[in-house]
C-alpha cells in the first residue's frame, strides 16, 4: 500500500490522437502541466510515470457541453478508462467536467507571451487542459 502522503495525481484530457497530462506536487494542492502523449502511447508512457511518480489517483476530464450533455468522445473515454483500471486495479480513477479548459488554455498560453507559432500548437494546449483538468479536480477536493 502507498504512502499517500507520498503519492501524486494525474490530470488526463484525452484525445483520439494525443492526450494531455498533469501531474499534481505530493501534496496534491498544486497541478503541473507534464507532457502531451499519443494516444497510441499512452499506456507505456503511464506504466513508467506511475511507477516513477507513486501516483494514486487519475482524473479525466468528462467532456459535456453547454446543456450538460455528453460529447461523442465519451465512449473512448469510458473504453480508455475501463483499460486504465484493467491495467493499474490500485490507481482511483476520478472524472470531473472539462467543460471550457481547451479555450481557457489558449487564453492562458495567449496571455503568457508565448510566440504566436507556438500558440497554435495542440500539444501545448492538451497538457495545459490537462493541467486546468487536475487543479478544477483539487481545488473542489480541497475546499
Known amino acids: 500500500m ?12 484525452y484525445g483520439k490522437k494525443r492526450i494531455g497530462v498533469s501531474i499534481s506536487d505530493n501534496n496534491k494542492v498544486i497541478a503541473f502541466p507534464l507532457e502531451t502523449i499519443e494516444t497510441n502511447k499512452i499506456i507505456s508512457f503511464l506504466e513508467d ?14 467532456p459535456l457541453n453547454l446543456y450538460n450533455q455528453l460529447h461523442e468522445l465519451e465512449i473512448d473515454i469510458i473504453e ?20 471550457y479548459t481547451s479555450k481557457m488554455s489558449s487564453v492562458i498560453i495567449n496571455q503568457s507571451g508565448v510566440n504566436q507559432k507556438k500558440r497554435r500548437n495542440k500539444s501545448i494546449i492538451d497538457k495545459i487542459s490537462a493541467s486546468l483538468i487536475l487543479e478544477s479536480y483539487l481545488i473542489k477536493k480541497n475546499t
Open 80 to 99: 480508455f478508462s475501463k483499460l486504465i483500471k484493467s491495467l493499474f486495479p490500485q490507481i482511483k480513477i476520478e472524472r470531473i467536467d472539462e467543460r
Open 2 to 13: 502507498l504512502n499517500k502522503q507520498h503519492t501524486k495525481y494525474l490530470g488526463i484530457d
Open 49 to 62: 510515470l506511475i511507477k516513477k511518480e507513486k501516483i494514486e489517483k487519475i482524473i479525466i476530464g468528462k
